[in-house]
C-alpha cells in the first residue's frame, strides 16, 4: 500500500539535523509516510547514519555524487515520492507534535485553489514564501511543471531558491496558503522559529543549521551573514539539550540498536 504522504529533505554533511528530523517524524506520524532523503555529495562519515537507515529500510536515500543545490533535490525527492502529498523540509527543522500531517492535509483540502503551503516569507513580493516547509500533491507538480529549482529571470525580483514556484501557482489562478513563523524556541535570540499549523506550534526551524558546514572541514563557514561559527555552535548545542529534542532523539531507541 502507498504512503498517503513522502516527506523529503536534502543533506549535506549534516547527519545530526538529519536525524533530528527522521526521528521527529517516526514520533509525531500517526498516518502512512514514507521518507526520501537526497544526499548532495557529503562525506561518507556524515553519510554514515543515513546510510545505516537506509539499510534497515526505514527511509529510501538517494546520493548524489556532487552537490546539486537545494531546489534540485527538492525537485527529486518529487519525482523519487510515492505518496499523494509531498512534504518537502529544511535538514534542519522537525516536527514538534502529533498530528501535523493530518492538520496539513486537512488546511490544503480546505480550499480547492491552495496547491501549495509554505512558510510565509519575510521580504514580501521579493520573498513572499521560504522554507523550512513546502507541501503540496505529487501529481499537481509533476503535471504542471512545479519546480523548485533556482530559475534566474523567473523570480520577479527575488534571487532564492523555490521563488519561482510560488510566481507560477499565482499565475495559474490558484493560491499558495503561507504559514506564520512565532517566536523561538531556543534560549539564544535568533537560534530559530516555531512555524504553526491549525494554530499549533508544528515545526521549529533553526536559522543557519545546516549551512555553518562543521562536520565538513574544508568548507567550515567562519562567518555568515553577520553571525559567526562560534555563536551558530553555540545556539546548535543550546537546542540540542532542549527537553523535547532530547525526547525526540531517544524515541525508538532500542529499536534502533
Avoid at 65 to 71: D, F, I, S, T
Avoid at 86 to 108: E, N, S, T
Avoid at 241 to 246: A, R
Wanted: proline residues 5%; hydrophobic residues 40%.
Amino acid at each position: 500500500m502507498a504512503p498517503l504522504i513522502s516527506i523529503t529533505a536534502a543533506s549535506q554533511n549534516t547527519p545530526e539535523w538529519a536525524e533530528l528530523l527522521i526521528k521527529s517524524i517516526r514520533k509525531f506520524t500517526s498516518i502512512k509516510y514514507e521518507i526520501i532523503i537526497i544526499d548532495n555529495g557529503s562525506t561518507p562519515e556524515s553519510k554514515e547514519y543515513l546510510r545505516r537507515e537506509a539499510a534497515a529500510r526505514r527511509i529510501r536515500l538517494y546520493e548524489n555524487r556532487a552537490n546539486m543545490g537545494h531546489g534540485f533535490a527538492l525537485d527529486q525527492g518529487t519525482k523519487l515520492a510515492q505518496g499523494r502529498f509531498v512534504c518537502a523540509m529544511d535538514i534542519d527543522a522537525f516536527f514538534l507534535r502529533d498530528g501535523w500531517a493530518i492538520d496539513l492535509i486537512a488546511l490544503y483540502e480546505s480550499d480547492p485553489a491552495i496547491r501549495l503551503i509554505a512558510r510565509a516569507g519575510k521580504y514580501n513580493k521579493s520573498k513572499p514564501m521560504a522554507p523550512p516547509i513546502f507541501f503540496y500533491e505529487r501529481e499537481y507538480a509533476l503535471n504542471s511543471g512545479l519546480a523548485f529549482v533556482y530559475a534566474p529571470g523567473k523570480l520577479k525580483g527575488s534571487t532564492d531558491t523555490a521563488m519561482a514556484a510560488y510566481w507560477q501557482i499565482l499565475d495559474a489562478g490558484h493560491r499558495v496558503q503561507l504559514l506564520d513563523g512565532v517566536g523561538s524556541m531556543a534560549t539564544n535570540p535568533g537560534g530559530g522559529d516555531i512555524v504553526e499549523v491549525a494554530g499549533k506550534p508544528t515545526i521549529y526551524h533553526h536559522y543557519y543549521g545546516a549551512r555553518f558546514r562543521e562536520n565538513w572541514k574544508p568548507w567550515v563557514c567562519q562567518k555568515l551573514d553577520g553571525r559567526t561559527l562560534e555563536s551558530h555552535l553555540k545556539r546548535k548545542a543550546e537546542l540540542f539539550n532542549l527537553p523535547i529534542v532530547k525526547q525526540i532523539l531517544t524515541h525508538g531507541e532500542m529499536e534502533d540498536r
